[in-house]
């Protein structure tokens, strides 16, 4: 099993921004689909966004929509979120995931996560 790293957390305002990235290894990074969950304490584990392959394709659930936005840098093996407008309920341990496109559909691979503290 292939594990990402995650980078870029830390302690922000609300209303401030932050810029994880991921780092994926090996040269089939640009056929996976790749994704960010977080986690905040007692909570379940919430998807946060998806960017397909070629980077063509995203989603976001309506709690990040309009503040958050993914993108991906194949030629670096790398995928990266902005985080605007930061939000105290924004606070969690965020997590990068791959899926390498086999059947059945699922996210293979998880990084260890990177903590993100949003402070009013």
């Known amino acids: 099993q292939v594990q990402l790293v995650e980078s870029g957390g830390g302690l922000v305002q609300a209303g401030g921004s932050l810029r994880l990235s991921c780092a994926a290894p090996?040269?089939?990074?640009?056929?996976?689909?790749m994704g960010w969950f977080r986690q905040a304490p007692g909570k379940e584990r919430e998807f946060v966004a998806a960017?397909?392959?070629?980077?063509?394709?995203?989603y976001f659930p309506d709690s990040v929509k309009g503040r958050f936005t993914i993108s991906r840098d194949n030629a670096k093996n790398t995928m990266y979120l902005q985080m605007n407008s930061l939000k105290v309920k924004d606070t969690a341990v965020y997590y990068c995931?791959?899926?390498?496109?086999?059947?059945?559909?699922?996210?293979?691979?998880w990084g260890q996560g990177t903590q993100v503290t949003v402070s009013s």
């Open positions: 995931a791959a899926d390498p496109r086999r059947f059945p559909a699922r996210y293979d691979y």
């Open positions: 090996g040269r089939t990074f640009s056929s996976y689909n």
């Open positions: 960017i397909s392959w070629s980077g063509g394709t995203t």
